[in-house]
C-alpha cells in the first residue's frame, strides 16, 4: 500500500544492478495531464526528486526517489512516502538536461533535472496503463502506474554493466541498419534501449480453404535490446515474467472489434536470445471470437524499459502492402509461394532479427514456427 512507508537505506551501495525502469506509485491520472507535480530537494545532502499525485481518495499523496551516491549501481533507488524533515530545501524542475528518447514519447511523461553542489542528474517521470485486461480492456479508463527512470547518468558506456542479462551478444553486422517495407531504414543502437516492432501478413487466413475467406490476418514483430543484447527472461505458463529480466511488451489496437479508442490486445513475453517477439491479430482463446484487427490500421507497443532507461513505446501500422505478388489466389497457392517482395522482404527480415534462435524451437509463443516452414532456399533470394 502507498501509505507504508518502504524502508531503504541511503547508504546502500552493494545491492544487484538495476533492472527496470522503477515504478513508485499508481494513479487514475496521466502524467500530462498537470495532475503530476514534480519539484526536486535537497534533505541532509541526499538529493531527490519529489511526485505529488491524486490517491485513490482523490487527496494528493507525495512519493520522494532519492539520489544517493552510486545510485547507477543500486537495485533500485531509494524511494519513501513518509514526510520530509523539517531541513528539506525545494527547488524547481529545471527544463530537461537531457532529450526524452524518441520511443518514450508515446507515453505520457514530465521531466526534472534534479541539481545539486557537484550533481546533476535528469529524470523522467512517466504513467502508464499495464494493468488493462487482454482482449479488448479499454486502455483510457485504467490506472496508471508512475514509473520515474533518469535520462542522464554520466556516461551511456556504463550501462552493460548495469544490466548484464546472460545473453548473446547481437549480431550488428546483420542487424547494423536495414530496411522494412513501409517503415523506411532503422539504425540498431548499441549503447541504449530499443523497441522496434514491424509489419507483416501471417501465414493463417481468415477462414478455410473450403469457404470464401480470402484475406490473410494482420502480424506484427519485434524485438527489445540494450545495449546491443536481447532483453528476455523466463515466463509462467500465462506469458507474465517471473524473474527481473523478463518483459511483457503490451500490444494496443485503435478502433477495432474490440470497440473504440485504445484497447489492450495482450502482452506478450520477449523470447531468448535477441528479445523478440510477435503477435497474430486473430481469433484467440479468451477473445471472445474477435481479433482485435485496427479499422484504422494502427496499433501500439510498450514495454518497461531495462535498467534506469524508460518505458518505451511504438505506434506502428499493420502491414499496407499486398501479401502476395501479381494474380496471386489464397484459395489455391500454398505458403512459401508467389509472395510479394514487401513479404518476402519482411519474413526475411524476420530471421535476421531473431538471429540463430529463428530454427530452434522455443516454449510459449514460437515466433518462427511458420518461418522454419519455407525451404532453405527461400531465404538464398
Known sequence: MLGIAISLTLGLVTAPPVTAAQKVAA?????????????????????GLEIRYPGDDFFMQSV????????????????????????????????????????????????????????????LVQTFPKRVPDFGGRVRDAINDVYVSVLSTGGVGDFPTVFPNPTTVVNTTNLAEYTVPGLGSR????????????????????????????????????????????VYGPGNRYGSPTNEFGRNVYIDTFDSDYGDGWRRVMGVLTQPTN????????KKGGSRGKTGVSTKNTYRMTVI?????????????????????????????????????????????????????????????????????????????
Open 187 to 230: 539504425l540498431t543502437m548499441v549503447d541504449a534501449a530499443l523497441l522496434q516492432a514491424y509489419p507483416r501478413w501471417s501465414k493463417f487466413y481468415s477462414g478455410t480453404r473450403a469457404r470464401s475467406a480470402t484475406n490473410h490476418f494482420p502480424l506484427l514483430f519485434g524485438s527489445l535490446t540494450f545495449a546491443g543484447k536481447g
Open 305 to 381: 524499459g531495462p535498467s534506469l532507461t524508460p518505458v518505451l513505446s511504438q505506434i506502428i501500422n499493420g502491414p499496407t502492402f499486398a501479401y502476395g505478388g501479381p494474380n496471386y489466389n489464397p484459395l489455391k497457392e500454398m505458403w512459401g509461394t508467389n509472395f510479394s517482395p514487401e513479404q518476402t522482404d519482411s519474413l526475411i527480415q524476420q530471421t535476421l532479427m531473431m538471429g540463430p534462435e529463428w530454427r530452434r524451437k522455443v516454449k510459449g509463443t514460437d515466433c518462427a514456427q511458420t518461418l522454419r516452414q519455407l525451404p532453405d532456399s527461400f531465404y538464398l533470394q
Open 27 to 47: 494513479t487514475l491520472y496521466r502524467a500530462d495531464s498537470g495532475e503530476l507535480q514534480l519539484r526536486s530537494f535537497l534533505e541532509r545532502g541526499a538529493l
Open 275 to 282: 528479445g523478440t517477439f510477435c503477435y497474430e491479430f486473430s
Open 64 to 123: 520522494r526517489v532519492y539520489l544517493p551516491a552510486g545510485y547507477a549501481k543500486l537495485a533500485r533507488l531509494p524511494v519513501r512516502y513518509d514526510y520530509p524533515s523539517k531541513a528539506t530545501r525545494y527547488q524547481s524542475c529545471l527544463p530537461a538536461m537531457s532529450p526524452v528518447p524518441l520511443g518514450a514519447k508515446a507515453v505520457a511523461s514530465q521531466t526534472c533535472t534534479v541539481f545539486g553542489e557537484e550533481t546533476m542528474v535528469t529524470m
